[in-house]
């Protein structure tokens, strides 16, 4: 389908992989590492990463998967199974100081969906909808400049927040947790599937058709890669 955001990832990881590593189906080769030995599950799309965060479990790429600065966007698949927590999904981090972008599910005093931005401060937008322990949702951040972010839960339930947080030097990018002043944390209790990173700013109708049409673009030899009937 012609204009589909997948059309332009960055990087796309459909988690239908084998072994310790998640490949990138991009074409820019952005594979993703196992770290402390998360597990392959039967997932929305075929498999997903199952995530025990007793176990301080994520993938992890060192680099920035090609993104130094603004705007830059990502989204995936969750089925979180522990509402008590908080569970970062996505993030790019650093290692020294304090920078870092998370899209990240908050715990039951909340339970919304942010993306959030931190340098000196914190600075993040909030979904104007809840998310359910126990159910596949889709969560998308989008990073537009240092004045402006937004997130969307189920391709809608937008949020947006413009405190001031600059782009600063990252090194790695985390799915199911985050890397903070060189110790990791926030880890995802429960699966992720089919994860997505652009570096540019997604609209409101992109990601509408992102939870309702995912996988539209791909012809119907690659369906079933993901579980999908064609």
């Known amino acids: 389908m012609p204009g589909h955001p997948l059309a332009d990832a960055a990087a796309i990881w459909p988690m239908s992989s084998l072994g310790n590593k998640v490949f990138d189906l991009s074409g ?20 997903s990463i199952l995530f025990d965060d007793g176990s ?26 522990d509402q008590s927590v908080n569970n970062t999904l996505m993030a790019f981090c650093g290692d020294a100081g304090h920078p870092i972008f998370e899209l990240r599910l908050r715990d039951p005093a909340d339970s919304d969906v942010i993306a959030l931005a931190s340098d000196a401060s ?20 989008v990073f537009i400049n240092g004045t402006s972010r937004a997130v969307y839960l189920n391709g809608g339930s937008k949020g947006t927040n413009t405190g001031e947080s600059e782009y600063a030097v990252l090194d790695k990018f985390i799915i199911g947790g985050r ?7 926030l880890y995802m209790s429960g699966k992720i599937a089919c994860a997505f990173v652009w570096n540019r700013a997604l609209t409101d109708s992109e990601v509408a058709l992102l939870y309702r049409e995912p996988f539209c673009m791909f012809p119907e030899t690659i369906m079933p890669e993901f579980g999908i009937a064609a």
């Open 28 to 47: 820019n080769n952005y594979g993703m590492d196992f770290i402390n030995s998360p597990i392959w599950s039967p997932g929305k799309f075929g498999s």
């Open 56 to 81: 301080s479990q994520y993938l992890q790429r060192t680099d920035v998967l090609g993104i130094t600065g603004y705007p830059f966007s990502f989204a995936c698949w969750f089925n979180s199974n």
């Open 122 to 141: 914190v600075d993040f937008a909030t979904s104007s909808s809840q998310w359910s322990a126990n159910t596949w949702s889709h969560a998308c951040g």
């Open 179 to 185: 890397i903070q002043d060189g110790a990791s944390g």
